[in-house]
């Protein structure tokens, strides 16, 4: 049975940043039978007990308090984060969590204890139903998101930021070869291709000069735990064939998360997304990482252009470190004045359709 939905109750809920590309108008009332929710479906939940995550954020990037009573509009999925949740698909419309306050519904099932502990459980939910069409379809991100245009090569140079960890420096490395590249008069896209729903990243990017940037939510994903390395490439060809369709000079792409997290050790391996990136950058916290990060780098062949990241931070941590490779290590400043990033592109070598094998034995790297 479907419960329609007054116009007015839906644009009262607090809509959260994982849901914003599904227009308010295409709700039109929701299901409370029994039915097992799909990773993106929309659901309106009602705030029962406020825990550690007091605040939404909302499609603008603003952090909205949390009430309890407060509806909200959130999508399902799972999440991977080592230094807060992991969260995995409820099996019913029964109650769940706010796994990321990005707008994730879902069941936590292990907390890092620095993150909370008993006396800040996750924020408690009551879903009310799952949002439906005017045909009564429920309502799923993957039905929202880009997809008019899709590239397995392109024309411009993609960049792909990878790490040793969560909080090792990622995104700022990221927003370092942003800042770089647009200091040297390009157009500049980026995307961050897995993780958690969040703007956070996006908005760091656009700060840093970004033209047009995208996250894995635009491709119809609230999150890229528990998805295949086929699902992830597929979308990030999605969202790298937009930016090249929007005139961007060169792509920025981030991938979350850390060396040992299966989705990201899937796509350094995966033949489809070596063809979509022409260079590769490591972000390390830690000169043992940048140890672990080039040995995987070298036995999967991958070429690594640059290792950067929290490290940086540390000159002893570089000198230890720059003695066991010949990867260049740079810092923030470094990527950021444009230099470096520059050199990598060679306007008289093709970025389409390079072999692996052919690549990596070109590379200078190691």
Not at 18 to 39: F, M, N, Q, W
Request: hydrophobic share 40%.
């Amino acid at each position: 049975m479907i419960t329609i939905l007054p116009s007015k109750r839906i644009e009262a809920a607090k809509r959260a940043f994982s849901t914003r590309r599904v227009p308010l108008s295409a709700i039109k009332g929701y299901i409370d039978h029994e039915y097992r929710p799909k990773v993106g479906d929309v659901v309106l939940a009602r705030v029962e007990e406020i825990g550690r995550l007091e605040r939404i954020e909302l499609p603008s990037g603003r952090r909205s308090a949390l009430y309890e009573g407060d509806e909200v509009l959130l999508t399902y999925g799972n999440r991977y984060a080592p230094d807060a949740y992991e969260a995995l698909m409820p099996q019913d419309l029964g109650r769940c969590d706010l796994a990321a306050a990005g707008g994730l519904a879902a069941t936590v099932v292990a907390t890092n204890l620095q993150f909370a502990d008993d006396d800040r459980p996750p924020t408690s939910l009551a879903p009310i139903g799952v949002c439906v069409d005017h045909d009564g379809h429920p309502i799923n991100l993957a039905d929202y998101g880009l997809g008019q245009r899709r590239t397995e090569f392109t024309r411009v140079p993609v960049i792909a930021v990878f790490g040793a960890s969560m909080n090792s420096g990622k995104t700022t490395t990221a927003a370092g070869l942003i800042r770089g590249l647009v200091q040297q008069g390009l157009t500049v896209g980026a995307a961050k291709i897995t993780g958690t729903c969040s703007g956070g990243d996006l908005w760091k990017f656009l700060d840093a000069g970004c033209h047009r940037a995208y996250d894995f939510t635009d491709a119809g994903m609230p999150t890229t735990y528990k998805e295949s390395a086929t699902s992830i490439v597929a979308a990030a060809q999605v969202l790298v064939g937009e930016l090249e369709a929007d005139n961007c000079d060169a792509i920025v792409l981030e991938i979350a998360d850390g060396l040992h997290q299966e989705e990201t050790a899937a796509l350094l391996e995966d033949e489809a997304m070596r063809l979509l990136v022409d260079h590769w950058v490591y972000a390390a916290d830690s000169s043992s990482a940048i140890r672990l990060g080039v040995k995987i780098a070298r036995d999967i062949a991958l070429p690594l252009r640059c290792i950067s990241g929290a490290v940086t931070a540390s000159p002893l941590a570089v000198r230890e470190a720059a003695n066991s490779t010949e990867v260049p290590i740079l810092g923030l400043k470094e990527l950021e004045s444009g230099e470096q990033p520059i050199s990598w592109i060679d306007p008289l070598r093709p970025t389409t359709g390079i072999p692996v094998g052919l690549y990596a034995a070109q590379s200078q790297a190691f």
